[in-house]
Structure formats: C-alpha cells, structure tokens
T-cell receptor, first 110, second 116 residues
Framework: GESVGLHLPTLSVQEGDNSIINCAYS??????FIWYKQESGKGPQFIID?????DKRQGQRVTVLLNKTVKHLSLQIAATQPGDSAVYFC?????????FGAGTRLTVKP | KAGVTQTPRYLIKTRGQQVTLSCSPI?????VSWYQQTPGQGLQFLFE???????NKGNFPGRFSGRQFSNSRSEMNVSTLELGDSALYLC???????????????FGSGTQLSVL
C-alpha cells in the first residue's frame, strides 16, 4: 500500500555542520508535504511545508526540497545547533488523508 | 495565546475499560484532529473535527470515537481497551479552513495511555 518512509532512523552531526534528513513517499498524488520536529516529551512542532507545485522552499536555517520524479523529500538544516536535537518526520497529505514517516532522530554533538 | 492543552497527561487503564481524553484547542481554532503515536506504527491520523462535525477519518476501528463541542474543545473515546492501544495520543488544532491541504497544525503535548 501507500507509505511514507525515512531512509535513516538516526543521524548524528557536529554542531555547526549542515544536516540533511530524507524522506521517501510512494503516493505520487500527494499534494502537500510537511516537516515536523518533535522534542522529548512534547508534541510535534511544524517546521516547514511545501506544496507539490514547488521544488524548494526556504525558511529560517531550514530548506525543504521536493523531487517529484523520484518521490523524495528532504529537510536541510544549516549550521545545526544543539537545540535542533530531536526526532524529525515528514508528512504527506492527499484527499484529506494525512500520513507520517517513521521519523529520524537527529543528535547534535558539541 | 495559550497553546493546545491536553488532559490528562498520563493515564493507566486495564484491558476492557474505556477512556476519554480531552483537548482544548488554541483560541479561535475550529479544527481539532487526533493522532496516535506508537514506537511501532509511528504517528497515525485518527480523525478530524470541524464545527462539531467529524470531517475526516483515518483507518481505525469503531472503538475509537470522538466529538467536538460548540467551543471547539474535543474529546476522544476509546472503548474496550486493548493492550495495543497503549500509545501517546496527540491532538492538534488549526484555524480549520484548509486542514491537511495548506494549514499549519499546532500540537499539544499528548496524553500517554498505558493499557495493562
């Protein structure tokens, strides 16, 4: 069936480096994608979103790239900071159904 | 502005019991949606309410139900609890006009339900 998945369950980066978190999706009809950040003991927090008619969207220190050809979504975090340590997961929506990826745990080493 | 509030924070129940969880959305938000998060299945959408009506529903059995009140506060109920219902239950609120299409969700911290 359709699914949203992540390539890597964990990612460890050095403080100050850039981080790239990936997500694969299988529903080519999905039209809206969101990245969430979830810190321990908290609910998910919206980071950035992108519609299917876009390839790239930038926020503050974050960039989301959408490659519809290979159905791949990525989140780039510039100059990763200790406060960025969390679980990141993507979500896709289509026909008022929302599906989430399993999540990648990002650890930032000082 | 106060965030999304979920009560209780923790809950322990036994198999066969039923449970009711509560969610107070951000003031002015009319859409409330519910999600189940487990280590095995990750985050899964349960249902979404708007103006006291269930507008969208995920793929969960009928034991999972919910409702929304005129002040947009929402409750979800799980009847005949099973061990597999142990999870973090999250609710999120949004203004409501474009849930799941172009609208940011604001999540609460969740209710951790343990079924023994």
């Amino acid at each position: 069936g359709e699914s949203v998945g992540l390539h890597l369950p964990t990612l460890s980066v050095q403080e100050g480096d850039n981080s790239i978190i990936n997500c694969a999706y299988s529903n080519s009809a999905s039209d809206y994608f969101i990245w969430y950040k979830q810190e321990s003991g908290k609910g998910p927090q919206f980071i950035i979103d992108i519609r299917s008619n876009m390839d790239k969207r930038q926020g503050q220190r974050v960039t989301v790239l959408l490659n519809k050809t290979v159905k791949h979504l990525s989140l780039q975090i510039a100059a990763t900071q200790p406060g960025d340590s969390a679980v990141y997961f993507c979500a896709e929506t289509h026909n008022n159904d929302m599906r989430f990826g399993a999540g990648t745990r990002l650890t930032v080493k000082p | 502005k106060a965030g999304v509030t979920q009560t209780p924070r923790y809950l322990i129940k036994t198999r066969g019991q039923q449970v009711t969880l509560s969610c107070s959305p951000i003031s002015g938000h009319r859409s409330v949606s519910w999600y189940q998060q487990t280590p095995g299945q990750g985050l899964q959408f349960l249902f979404e309410y708007y103006s006291e009506t269930q507008r969208n529903k995920g793929n969960f059995p009928g034991r999972f139900s919910g409702r929304q009140f005129s002040n947009s506060r929402s409750e979800m109920n799980v009847s005949t609890l099973e061990l597999g219902d142990s999870a973090l239950y999250l609710c999120a609120s949004s203004p409501g006009g474009a849930w799941a299409t172009n609208e940011k969700l604001f999540f609460g911290s969740g209710t951790q339900l343990s079924v023994l």
